[in-house]
Nanobody, 123 residues
Framework: QLQASGGGLVQAGDSLRLSCAAS????????MAWFRQAPGKEREFVAS????????SSADSVKGRFTISRDNAKNTVYLQMNSLKPEDTAVYYC??????????????????WGKGTQVTVSS
């Protein structure tokens, strides 16, 4: 089971760090990713990380502002979000891919989804 946490209501320019902790299974050997879904929009890729943490990728819309990382000892992946904008408002989901790493994942590449956490950025 994957549980995302750390969301909340912040102002534009603020920072948040999301966490996704896995329980019941180890995810240390899997690639992981963050997706988000804004109201009325499709779920979209945000960032991904290889099993070792050595390779990361992020969507152009968040590049330079968001950083994905992981701590395999804690079975947890993080998303550090800086310089937040109102358009970052969405429910954020963590995801696991059991196969080889893909930089820009789509929903079809995901094997497990976590429960989302709401991020709301006010202007």
């Amino acid at each position: 089971q994957l549980q995302a946490s750390g969301g909340g209501l912040v102002q534009a320019g603020d920072s948040l760090r999301l966490s996704c902790a896995a329980s019941g299974r180890t995810v240390s050997s899997y690639a992981m990713a963050w997706f988000r879904q804004a109201p009325g929009k499709e779920r979209e890729f945000v960032a991904s990380i290889s099993w070792s943490g050595g390779i990361t990728s992020s969507a152009d819309s968040v590049k330079g502002r968001f950083t994905i990382s992981r701590d395999n000892a804690k079975n947890t992946v993080y998303l550090q979000m800086n310089s937040l904008k109102p358009e970052d408002t969405a429910v954020y989901y963590c995801a696991v891919r059991k196969g080889y790493y893909i930089a820009s994942m789509t929903e079809a590449h995901v094997d497990y989804w976590g429960k989302g956490t709401q991020v709301t950025v006010s202007s």
